[in-house]
């Protein structure tokens, strides 16, 4: 996991700012969030001192798009709006060296299902990945409120297109297997499969164990190198 700032316009501040919190990832937006239209977008000299700013840097910067985008709205000037304000903000991320676009889909709300809402955000989705310049990528947001569209992954992918995601066995067995923080707060339970074993995280100095039943008993190691098997160890007491 990377760490960053969310930093509005002027562009012209990013560099110092990110230099100043040591980082390298950063969020901004690329004209007013809350009004369609070229209201907010930066000045080409603010946009050229973002460019000069981080020249021989590496750096990992996204734009977020209009807080109005709704490529699922029943009305079609919204859902236009929604694609020119985005390829907008693709081609300004394009300009000053930003690596994506991000947004959120759009909503069911209007529709008799979100079926029909999803099959008109993905008509537009489709037209919008026509058009969109070389460069920047495109991310949609996870969503979780209300009628918000793409809070699951079923509402991105298809069942047989699920299927066919490369996945590891482990990724397999933790989604089906739980998770669990002690109320201390000190360790994460992390179970690996059926048969009992698992991975004990200390979250407070990242030391671990993996336990699993050997000869007849609980044993726990803490090393993949040596591989000496002991009793299950609680992480030392906060002072």
Request: proline share 6%; with cysteine; charged share 25%.
């Amino acid at each position: 996991m990377r760490v960053g700032l969310s930093v509005d316009p002027p562009l012209a501040a990013i560099p110092a700012l990110l230099g100043e919190e040591g980082v390298d990832v950063y969020q901004t937006v690329l004209r007013d969030p809350g009004r369609f239209g070229n209201y907010g977008v930066p000045e080409p000299t603010d946009r050229a001192a973002l460019v000069e700013g981080l020249r021989g840097r590496t750096v990992w910067g996204v734009a977020h798009g209009s807080l109005l985008v709704n490529l699922a709205s029943p009305e079609g000037r919204i859902r236009n709006s929604s694609v020119s304000s985005l390829l907008a903000d693709l081609k300004v991320a394009a300009e000053v060296g930003l690596d994506a676009v991000c947004f959120h889909v759009g909503y069911a709300k209007g529709h008799p299902s979100a079926d029909a809402a999803l099959t008109l955000a993905t008509r537009k989705l489709g037209e919008l990945i026509g058009r969109m310049p070389a460069g920047p990528r495109l991310l949609i947001e996870n969503s979780c409120e209300g009628s918000e569209l793409g809070q699951t992954i079923d509402e991105l992918f298809s069942a047989a297109e699920i299927d066919q995601l490369p996945r590891s066995v482990s990724s397999i067995w933790w989604r089906k297997q739980g998770a669990y923080v002690r109320p201390d707060q000190q360790s994460l339970y992390v179970s690996v499969d059926d048969g009992g074993r698992e991975l004990i995280f200390e979250t407070e100095t990242g030391a671990y164990q993996f336990c699993e039943t050997r000869d007849g008993a609980h044993r726990c190691r803490s090393s993949n190198d040596h591989r000496q098997w002991r009793g299950y160890v609680d992480p030392p007491p906060r002072r």
